[in-house]
């Protein structure tokens, strides 16, 4: 199966390859689920687990594709409440969380959040207990990452989650 995004819409497809001809169908949440403002997906093909995020409720979010009942769980953010708070789930804040990959471990969601890269670790932490957030690079409050000694510049364009090099000179 290959699952992919409608930009336009928010919804999410999946395609059987196994069927002749091929067979699209749309993933429908369980009632009164629905699928926010999708910054981006990535799925874990050995637990057919689905990890995405909402721009517009700032959360991370998962779901067991595997399940005939489609019900999301919140893992990381506070619906509704926007900012750039490292920790753990409970009380990290996500600002405009975008396109996100998980690593090959499967034991991390690296994840663009406005102008920052940020992690979150899938496995418990031995303190708390909970799973944790934290930010890689970049500065909330600004809108490029500095590299050395001022030389040279990255940007982040979340909106179309690149990275692009700028000549030291801007």
């Known amino acids: 199966r290959v699952l992919f995004r409608s930009t336009a819409s928010s919804k999410v497809y999946k395609v059987d390859l196994a069927a002749s001809p091929l067979g699209v169908s749309e993933i429908s949440l369980q009632s009164p689920n629905t699928f926010g403002v999708l910054g981006g997906f990535t799925v874990d093909p050995s637990t057919l687990t689905m990890f995405y995020s909402e721009q517009d409720s ?81 500065d909330p409050g600004r809108t490029g990452i500095l590299h050395g000694e001022d030389r040279k510049s990255t940007r982040l364009n979340s909106s179309h989650s690149s990275v692009s090099r700028m000549p030291s000179s801007a």
């Open 58 to 138: 700032y959360l991370l979010k998962s779901l067991d594709l595997s399940s005939s009942s489609l019900v999301p769980q919140t893992i990381a953010g506070i619906k509704g409440l926007n900012g750039n708070l490292d920790g753990t789930v409970s009380v990290a804040l996500l600002n405009q969380p975008g396109d996100l990959v998980l690593n090959g471990f499967k034991d991390r969601i690296y994840f663009i959040d406005g102008s920052s890269i940020r992690s979150l670790n899938l496995t418990p932490s031995k303190v708390s207990g909970e799973l944790e957030i934290s930010t890689i690079s970049g």
